[in-house]
T-cell receptor, first 113, second 113 residues
Framework: AQKVTQAQTEISVVEKEDVTLDCVYETRDTTYYLFWYKQPPSGELVFLIRRNSFDEQNEISGRYSWNFQKSTSSFNFTITASQVVDSAVYFCALSNTGNQFYFGTGTSLTVIP | SQTIHQWPATLVQPVGSPLSLECTVEGTSNPNLYWYRQAAGRGLQLLFYSVGIGQISSEVPQNLSASRPQDRQFILSSKKLLLSDSGFYLC????????????FGQGTRLTVV
């Protein structure tokens, strides 16, 4: 069975603080894909990153960085120097070879100016 | 470039009335198509997905049905809406062969009264 757990329901940080959003996944597949999405107040989900199970290299994109660790089945997302525009709900997701996407319950991030 | 259109953006319907939400994708062929529902303050629940015309997989038994009459058209329907059908409905697509990321429409906020 596939499962994604985002234990942090809500997080509040003050602007310019760093924040890490946790994601833990479960799967028996050896080939799988992990994703992060951002859902701003408008509601549309915006794709941020995709990682396959064979690529554990961490990635940095501007203020965003992702830490993929197969040993702990985690795919955590860090925002450095947070800004008010980062306020949104963030979803972690898992996709298997069957092309079904399994989403976590999301973490609501509020950045306080 | 590929685009996804979903309409209407908002909908208020009485209990017992029918429902039809439409989603179309442009700029690609043979996409995988998905319908998700997001209840207020909760995560995304996969309702249906389709890998081809006339091929529909249902994830959760419920009051809804889906159809794919054309390659890039995905329709979510109900014959009689229930109060519990209220929520935010999202259509998504991806190019499934390579397990690419899914791209989402802007969503339909359905309120059943």
């Amino acid at each position: 069975a596939q499962k994604v757990t985002q234990a942090q329901t809500e997080i509040s940080v003050v602007e310019k603080e760093d924040v890490t959003l946790d994601c833990v996944y479960e799967t028996r597949d050896t080939t799988y894909y992990l994703f992060w999405y951002k859902q701003p107040p408008s509601g549309e989900l915006v794709f941020l990153i995709r990682r396959n199970s064979f690529d554990e290299q961490n990635e940095i994109s501007g203020r965003y960085s992702w830490n993929f660790q197969k040993s702990t089945s985690s795919f955590n997302f860090t925002i450095t120097a947070s800004q008010v525009v980062d306020s949104a709900v963030y979803f972690c997701a898992l996709s298997n070879t069957g092309n079904q996407f399994y989403f976590g319950t999301g973490t609501s991030l509020t950045v306080i100016p | 470039s590929q685009t996804i259109h979903q309409w209407p953006a908002t909908l208020v319907q009485p209990v017992g009335s029918p429902l039809s939400l439409e989603c179309t994708v442009e700029g690609t062929s043979n996409p995988n198509l998905y319908w998700y529902r997001q209840a207020a303050g909760r995560g995304l629940q996969l309702l249906f997905y389709s890998v081809g015309i006339g091929q529909i997989s249902s994830e959760v038994p419920q009051n809804l049905s889906a159809s794919r009459p054309q390659d890039r058209q995905f329709i979510l329907s109900s014959k009689k809406l229930l109060l519990s059908d209220s929520g935010f409905y999202l259509c998504a697509w991806n190019q499934g062969i390579r397990n690419t990321e899914a791209f989402f429409g802007q969503g339909t906020r359905l309120t059943v009264v």
